[in-house]
């Protein structure tokens, strides 16, 4: 892809995703997430072509600039949108697919000190909330949602919803997930309580159902 056309994509891709996005000037000069992902294609290409130093202090640049911290070494795809994105961290050996999504203080981190592979692989149209973290060395699969603040520790099948502290799958479809609507995401926990309730509430019908059957025996005794 040459390099006008990935940068009329790129902004494509933004004005899709983003309805607060109201021109191409704007995009290009108030985007930080934009402006991350420019960064970080100079800074990877002189990492995979051993200029290390200079990869790591464009990213470092990147990081001052823009507040999102993203390794040289990290490897992504075409059409990747980072809304807001401060606080983002992007680990050396994650990969990111196409079509992917992220939002503010999400965390692609590893949980070990090895030298190979560490951090997440992000397949295609994923979706991951503001404030979410997944850390390891698995794969989230395509078409699959995180929603925000999850802490996400093992695989994720593809077209899957996780939420929660650690990630729980919560929903699992056959077809595409790519959506934005992280307040529809269910609430396991919320249903948990709320299937309690409805029990409380049926067991002081049956208590009162009892206590009306032993009023009326008792009554009908002392006759």
């Not at 990747?80 to 994105?85: L, N, Q, V, Y």
């Not at 090895?114 to 989230?140: C, M, Q, W, Y």
Request: with cysteine; proline share 4%; glycine share 8%.
């Amino acid at each position: 892809m040459g390099i006008i056309k990935w940068f009329k994509d790129e902004i494509n891709n933004i004005f899709e995703k983003d309805p607060a996005a109201k021109s191409v000037l704007e995009v290009i000069f108030c985007y930080p997430g934009f402006h991350a992902i420019i960064m970080h294609r100079i800074a990877h290409w002189f990492w995979t072509h051993k200029m290390y130093f200079l990869g790591r202090l464009i990213s470092h640049l990147s990081r001052f600039l823009t507040g999102i911290e993203i390794h040289p070494g990290a490897k992504i795809g075409k059409r990747f949108f980072i809304d807001h994105g401060m606080g983002v961290v992007i680990g050396e050996t994650a990969e990111i697919g196409d079509n992917v999504t992220i939002y503010h203080q999400v965390t692609l981190g590893g949980v070990s000190l090895n030298k190979g592979k560490r951090h997440p692989t992000i397949k295609d149209n994923v979706v991951i909330g503001s404030g979410a973290k997944v850390l390891g060395p698995f794969e989230v699969g395509e078409n699959s949602k995180i929603g925000s603040n999850s802490v996400v520790v093992k695989e994720v099948p593809p077209n899957s919803t996780v939420v929660g502290i650690p990630g729980r799958i919560v929903t699992k479809k056959e077809k595409k997930l790519l959506d934005f609507d992280h307040n529809k995401l269910p609430d396991p926990v919320a249903n948990a309580i709320s299937c309690i309730v409805d029990r409380v509430i049926e067991l002081e019908k049956e208590i009162k159902e009892l206590q009306k059957k032993v009023e009326y025996y008792e009554s009908n005794n002392k006759k």
